[in-house]
């Protein structure tokens, strides 16, 4: 499977813990994007990274949020200090940045977040 | 700020009718716009797009239309079938700014047999 996949599908976690979530783009994708998507609602947009570089991270939640892209492949997602409302499914997208718009986005299957 | 939303949370149609999910959105500078399947548990599934220099495209059993003047866009699905059930989303670039794409709130579309 050549897609975009991420790690863990699921977990449940005490309010307080750390979680950190995972995602392998497509490989020649360059642009790298996190969303966070609550029951009935689209996905809201959180942060992109073009290639190693964060380029936007105003729209992440707040300073307990916080996302990594070390080598420009995969990248990390980390929520410190979880709270109930953080229980959402965080959605991982890759594009391939070509010339001037935005193109398709290619989601996986999302890493789905139930703070006790 | 701004925002794409679609106009019906939810849409019933008979197996074998066609379906129309409809869209507004109020970003004027937005110029490319695509529409998304998602099933329950998954993540969006690209459907199909569309550039602002255009009115219509057509894809398999699908065809968009976009409307500026109205800020509209609407999605047509021919024939539905059972596999067709999910929600559907329309999302809008921005003109191409920093945030990728901006999400409405979707449309569950459910088909009666």
């Known amino acids: 499977d050549t897609g975009v996949s991420q790690d863990p599908r699921h977990k449940i976690t005490k309010r307080g813990q750390n979680v950190t979530f995972r995602c392998d783009p497509i490989s020649e994708h360059n642009r790298l994007y996190w969303y966070r998507q609550t029951l009935g609602q689209g996905p809201e947009f959180l942060t992109y990274f073009q290639n190693e570089a964060q380029l936007e991270k105003s729209r992440l939640l707040s300073d307990r949020f916080s996302a990594e892209r070390p080598k420009g492949s995969f990248s990390t997602l980390e929520i410190q200090r979880t709270e109930q409302g953080d229980s959402a499914m965080y959605l991982c997208?890759?594009?391939?940045?070509?010339?001037?718009?935005?193109?398709?986005?290619?989601f996986g299957e999302g890493s789905r977040l139930t703070v006790l | 700020g701004e925002s794409v939303g679609l106009h019906l949370p939810t849409l019933s149609v008979q197996e074998g009718d066609n379906s129309i999910i409809n869209c507004a959105y109020s970003?004027?500078?937005?110029?490319?716009f695509i529409w998304y399947k998602q099933e329950s548990g998954k993540g969006p599934q690209f459907i199909i797009d569309?550039?602002?220099?255009?009115d219509k495209r057509q894809g398999q059993r699908v065809t968009v239309l976009l409307n500026k003047t109205v800020k509209h866009l609407s999605l047509q699905i021919a024939a539905t079938q059972p596999g067709d059930s999910a929600v559907y989303f329309c999302a809008e670039n921005g003109g191409g700014g920093a945030d990728g794409l901006t999400f409405g709130k979707g449309t569950h579309l459910i088909i009666q047999p």
């Open positions: 997208a890759s594009s391939l940045r070509a010339g001037g718009n935005t193109g398709e986005l290619f």
């Open positions: 970003n004027s500078a937005s110029d490319y």
């Open positions: 569309i550039r602002s220099n255009m």
